[in-house]
C-alpha cells in the first residue's frame, strides 16, 4: 500500500496563461466501489452496508470543446449526488494540475453495463475524486494511467487529498480486479488497513 501526501503543489506563476490546444478525444477506465444506501439516521451514526469490495471500472471521456463554453460536466445514471459533485471537482484539479483552462474540457462519467448484473448499481461519494483527476489529467496530458494501481482518496479543487471511509471494502475490490499496488490518502488507518499493509 503505497500513501498520497496530503497536498500536492503545482507550482503557478502569477500571469500564468492556462492552455486551451486541442486534444484527442481519450478514455481512461478508473475503478469505483459500488454503493449500498442505508437510512439517514444509521448514516449520521456512522454505519454501512459492508459490500464486500464490490468494484466496477467506469470510463471517464474526455473531449477538448472548441468554443470554450465549458466545463461541461456529466455522468449518467449510475452517479448519485456526492459523486456528480466529486467529478466536478476531479475536473478542476485536474485542469489546475495541468495547466489546462477548463472552458475548453467537457467530461463524461459513465458505468458500462455490459450485463444485466450491474443494471441499477449506483455509485456515490466522493472517495473515487483522486482517481477520476488522474484519469482527466493523465487523457489531458496525453499520458496513460498504469493499470496495476487502484487510487482513492477525496479531491478537492485546491489539489488537497482527502482521508476516505470503508478502506476495507476499496482494498478487497482492488484485490478482486486483481490490481497489486492501491494508493490511499496519507494519514489513512483502520485495522484492516493495518493488518493488510
Not at 449526488?81 to 467529478?87: K, N, R
Not at 475536473?91 to 462519467?109: D, G, I, T
Not at 482494498?171 to 499496488?181: D, F, N, S, T
Request: net charge neutral.
Amino acid at each position: 500500500v503505497s500513501v498520497l501526501p496530503p497536498v500536492v503543489t503545482i507550482p503557478q506563476t502569477k500571469n500564468a496563461v492556462l492552455a486551451h490546444h486541442p486534444f484527442p478525444d481519450a478514455k481512461r477506465s478508473v475503478p469505483s466501489l459500488l454503493f449500498s444506501d442505508i437510512s439517514p439516521s444509521l448514516k449520521a451514526k456512522g454505519f454501512s452496508i459492508p459490500n464486500h469490495g464490490d468494484i466496477v471500472l467506469v470510463e471517464i471521456t474526455v473531449r477538448h470543446v472548441p468554443t470554450g463554453v465549458g466545463p461541461v460536466v456529466t455522468s449518467d445514471e449510475h452517479f448519485r449526488v456526492d459523486s456528480a459533485m466529486a467529478l466536478r471537482q476531479a475536473v478542476s484539479a485536474a485542469a489546475k494540475a495541468a495547466h489546462y483552462n477548463p472552458a475548453f474540457l467537457e467530461v463524461h462519467l459513465a458505468m458500462p453495463v455490459a450485463s444485466m448484473f450491474n443494471a441499477g448499481q449506483q455509485i456515490d461519494g466522493p472517495s473515487a475524486g483522486v482517481g477520476w483527476t488522474i484519469a482527466v489529467a493523465s487523457a489531458l496530458l496525453g499520458d496513460p494511467v498504469r493499470s496495476d494501481v487502484c487510487l482513492t482518496g477525496t479531491m478537492d479543487e485546491t489539489l488537497k487529498v482527502g482521508r476516505i471511509g470503508g478502506a476495507e471494502h476499496k482494498i478487497e475490490g482492488c484485490h478482486k480486479l486483481g490490481y497489486r499496488e492501491m494508493i490511499l490518502p496519507a494519514g489513512q488507518s483502520s485495522f484492516e488497513l493495518n493488518i493488510k499493509r
